[in-house]
């Protein structure tokens, strides 16, 4: 009787466990994307967007959508970095004026950071502030010497890790200009890069949306013409798995940046906070994330998303 007894109990246990478990393997994570919408014509008003037959994939499953919020006024709060490539030539002197221009023209929401690519790290020349002049006390010339940025990629998630704020409602934006070579991987330069792949990762559990415009520095690697295509194209990685953009004009240098900051800034002002749940196997993650629905314009979301348990930061 006695060992029945302890055979019923242990079965008890058992249920109770595989319950617990099923419940913990079903339980739903969180998770937030910045999603760019921009008007289907010049004239096209985006601040109208409905999330209305908005739907959603992580992960290629059907996930909930909880918001959808225009990213404007006080619930539009951005901090955006400007991380000027370390060794590029002093030939992206000529485009100081410009790139002082976008951190002045930036949203009046925006607070903006001036940071240079250095023996793998992002050294920020001051903190993030809403006053330009402030910001633009740190702009000068790069160095100019070949592969002294270490990576771009080691850079960004050097600055994904130690983003120089702690508002976690903020967007949080970085605008890499570099020509994209990885100086530790130039013998393979495939699109299997694995720093980039940790860059990616870096970036997407930092929330961090990457914009890249393409400048080159006139180096050894910037001659073959093979390396600065796939340079291009790790950089496109970048921007399509955090839902930014990538800039470039052929393999040569535009004659101005204007254009591209102009493009931009519009993006900046058409941007919407989309929140959502989807089941979450117990610990944060990152999940593919694919976006349908009739929006009324161009659509631009992250590849990937960060995926934690429900209440987390």
């Not at 096209?44 to 409905?50: D, K, M, P």
């Not at 951190?103 to 001036?114: G, H, L, Q, S």
């Not at 593919?288 to 960060?306: D, F, Y």
């Amino acid at each position: 009787m006695k060992g029945l007894m302890r055979m019923r109990s242990f079965a008890i246990l058992v249920g109770i466990g595989m319950l617990l478990s099923m419940v913990w393997a079903q339980s739903d994570g969180q998770g937030r994307a910045i999603v760019t919408v921009l008007p289907a014509g010049e004239d096209g008003a985006v601040a109208a967007a409905s999330a209305a037959g908005l739907k959603i994939k992580v992960n290629g499953k059907s996930a909930q959508v909880t918001g959808w919020t225009a990213l404007k006024g006080p619930e539009g709060r951005l901090e955006l970095v400007v991380l000027i490539d370390g060794s590029a030539r002093t030939s992206l002197g000529s485009q100081l004026d410009e790139i002082a221009h976008f951190v002045r023209e930036a949203p009046a929401n925006a607070k903006v950071a001036i940071g240079y690519m250095q023996n793998g790290r992002a050294v920020m020349t001051g903190p993030l502030t809403n006053d330009a002049s402030a910001s633009l006390n740190g702009l000068r010339l790069p160095g100019g010497t070949p592969g002294s940025n270490g990576s771009p990629y080691f850079c960004l998630s050097d600055l994904a890790k130690n983003w120089p704020s702690t508002d976690g409602g903020a967007r949080r934006e970085v605008v890499m200009i570099t020509d994209g070579v990885d100086e530790y991987d130039q013998q393979h330069m495939d699109l299997d890069d694995p720093y980039v792949q940790t860059a990616i990762a870096d970036a997407v559990r930092a929330r961090l949306v990457v914009h890249a415009m393409y400048w080159t520095n006139r180096g050894a690697g910037d001659n073959n013409g093979a390396i600065s295509n796939t340079a291009q194209s790790l950089l496109m990685e970048v921007t399509d798995a955090t839902g930014g953009s990538s800039y470039w004009q052929g393999m040569g240098n535009p004659v101005s940046l204007d254009p591209f900051f102009i493009d931009l800034r519009k993006r900046l002002l058409n941007q919407f906070a989309l929140t959502f749940t989807s089941p979450l196997k117990g610990k944060a993650e990152m999940e593919s994330l694919k976006v349908q629905g009739e929006l009324h314009g161009k659509v631009t979301a992250p590849r990937e998303v960060w995926v934690g348990p429900a209440g987390a930061e």
